[in-house]
Nanobody, 126 residues
Framework: QVQLVESGGGLVQPGGSLRLSCAAS????????IGWFRQAPGKEREGVSC????????YYAHSVKGRFTISRDHAKNTVYLQMNSLTPEATAAYYC???????????????????WGQGTQVTVSS
């Protein structure tokens, strides 16, 4: 069964850090670009970051550049999103998505991805 599972969300104080994981099962992520998206209540889904399959080029939303880092571990079939210096504006459900080839070229659009995870909630609050 093809599946993406996010984990690592939770409650964190402003200025804190979290590392989200996106683990794949039923297929290998090696040929897929992986995007991270977030959606807050009442808002549209927003592209946060993307990492390509081959040359590991990374893309970031302007609002997170310099604070978030996307990376991938082919051996673990997992992609990570390290989030530092979190602000309350980061509160949202975070989703990872896998797209065959270089769907990162469409970043920050959520279009073109083949698989989506169920999401993990991140809440930044004091």
């Amino acid at each position: 069964q093809v599946q993406l599972v996010e984990s690592g969300g939770g409650l964190v104080q402003p200025g804190g850090s979290l590392r989200l994981s996106c683990a794949a099962s039923g297929f290998t992520l090696n040929y897929y670009s992986i995007g991270w998206f977030r959606q807050a209540p009442g808002k549209e889904r927003e592209g946060v970051s993307c990492i390509t399959s081959r040359d590991v080029t990374t893309y970031y939303a302007h609002s997170v550049k310099g604070r978030f880092t996307i990376s991938r571990d082919h051996a673990k079939n997992t992609v990570y999103l390290q989030m530092n210096s979190l602000t309350p504006e980061a509160t949202a459900a975070y989703y990872c998505a896998a797209g065959y080839g270089n769907v990162c070229l469409r970043f920050p659009s959520p279009r073109g991805y083949d698989y989506w995870g169920q999401g993990t909630q991140v809440t930044v609050s004091s």
